[in-house]
Nanobody, 122 residues
């Protein structure tokens, strides 16, 4: 079965950096989308960044453009999110998600989700 395992969350001061990773297993379809979403307390889950694993095409939410970078290591079935210039408003639980096929950054399109990793910026 499909599994997504996130790692790399933690606490950091404003202006600092963190790198999240998500390793996927249990599927073989190559042209997928993997994405990062986040949910802050009392707020709805929102899309952060998406990468099409076949083409490498990326898409970012306006709130993170220029600060976050999503990348992939196909050999390791891993997608990473490099987060720089972190702000307190980036504090949230971050989730990795997989869509089997092409897609956008709408959470309803995603088929599988990780358990989440907490990012706290103070």
């Amino acid at each position: 079965h499909v599994q997504l395992v996130e790692s790399g969350g933690g606490s950091v001061q404003a202006g600092g950096s963190l790198r999240l990773s998500c390793t996927a297993s249990g599927y073989t379809y190559n042209r997928n989308c993997m994405a990062w979403f986040r949910q802050a307390p009392g707020k709805e889950r929102e899309g952060v960044a998406r990468i099409a694993t076949g083409s490498g095409n990326t898409y970012y939410a306006d709130s993170v453009k220029g600060r976050f970078t999503i990348s992939q290591d196909n050999a390791k079935n891993t997608v990473s999110l490099q987060m720089n210039s972190l702000k307190p408003e980036d504090t949230a639980m971050y989730y990795c998600a997989l869509r089997l096929g092409l897609g956008t950054l709408r959470q309803a399109e995603y088929d599988y989700w990780g358990q989440g990793t907490q990012v706290t910026v103070s």
